[in-house]
């Protein structure tokens, strides 16, 4: 499982008006784009980026905030 969401985060490509159908790989919610990380409102994580355009949307490697 944590291998297909490291995948995912290296495969997907991330153009600005994208970001709105990604979402919270815990509760599917919706992520808001913060100071360049994506919030969770609903659990609370944080999810930081690997690139400037792809995400790292791993549950393990996101922080509570
Ligand atoms: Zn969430």
């Given at each position: 499982m944590l291998?297909?969401?490291i995948?995912?985060?290296?495969?997907?490509?991330m153009?600005?008006?994208?970001l709105?159908?990604v979402?919270?790989p815990?509760c599917k919610?919706e992520l808001?784009?913060?100071?360049?990380k994506l919030?969770c409102?609903?659990?609370?994580l944080?999810?930081g980026?690997v690139?400037?355009?792809?995400?790292?949307?791993?549950?393990?490697?996101?922080?509570?905030?």
């Amino acid at each position: 499982m944590l291998f297909v969401q490291i995948l995912m985060s290296f495969t997907i490509v991330m153009p600005k008006d994208l970001l709105s159908i990604v979402v919270c790989p815990r509760c599917k919610g919706e992520l808001k784009m913060a100071r360049h990380k994506l919030d969770c409102k609903n659990c609370r994580l944080r999810f930081g980026f690997v690139t400037q355009d792809i995400p790292k949307m791993i549950i393990e490697e996101a922080e509570q905030y």
